[in-house]
């Protein structure tokens, strides 16, 4: 089962790096540059960036833990991982798939599609935790709010283009904050290290209403910033 997971993410990085590098040559093409030289930069990339990534589990491993175990109760969230694993594991291992609940699946995706809901965000809101689903849900929300935030189409789109660039910023912040946060306990050996011990319980009432205020706080920021976007300047 190892041997044929890493042959099959071996197989489909090559091919998604592949298609990215097609859309490189486009762009290098566009700047003037050679394809050469962005193929040269390419393989310096990826030996770059799989170091970096390899650390990085290991380090989060370290600090979470993706398995629960007496020493990391509260594991990191993989529910994407999870879901491969449950439908790949029963067949590699000769237990045969739940075909009867793919089907199923099968069938509430084409009934999703007929009703112009799009099958991959509804199959997504059924297996990620409430607690990564509540932020796409509001997300979700804003932006079907902000394309309609005005009658002008050109002011529409140009405040849709400054909230993606913001929400992306959220999305690599919040990523490197994480990786900061591993760090710490990693070299600190000290799994509650960014506990400040504000409260005794830090899934007590104090905490949360902290949290709630801090999330309000960046979905005002987020609405403020994004209807500042002008026609000929949306960034």
């Known amino acids: 089962m190892v041997g044929g997971l890493i042959i099959g993410g071996i197989v489909c990085t090559a091919l998604s790096m592949a298609g990215g590098f097609i859309t490189d040559l486009k762009v290098g093409y566009w700047l003037g540059t ?138 690599a912040g919040a990523a490197l904050f994480g990786v900061i946060g591993a760090l710490i306990i990693f070299f600190t050996n000290k799994g509650d290290a960014l506990n400040l011990k504000l409260w005794e319980n830090p899934e007590g009432i104090g905490a949360q209403i902290v949290a709630l205020f801090a999330f309000i706080g960046l979905i005002a920021y987020f609405v403020w910033d994004s209807m500042r976007a002008k026609k000929d300047n949306p960034t």
């Open 34 to 171: 050679t394809p050469a030289k962005q193929q040269s930069y390419k393989f310096l990339g990826t030996l770059v960036s799989a170091a970096t990534v390899g650390a990085v589990i290991f380090i989060l491993n370290e600090a979470y833990g993706f398995v629960a175990t007496p020493e990391k109760t509260n594991p990191m969230i993989a529910p994407q991982a999870n879901a491969m694993a449950t439908i790949i594991e029963p067949l590699m291992s000769g237990g045969g798939a739940q075909w009867m609940l793919l089907g199923i699946g099968a069938v509430i995706s084409i009934l999703m599609n007929w009703l112009k809901i799009s099958p991959l965000a509804f199959a997504l809101g059924m297996f990620i935790p409430l607690q990564l689903n509540t932020p796409l849900v509001v997300g979700g929300l804003l932006n079907h709010w902000i394309n309609k935030s005005s009658k002008d189409q050109e002011i529409s789109n140009a405040r849709h283009q400054r909230a993606i660039l913001i929400s992306s910023g959220f999305i």
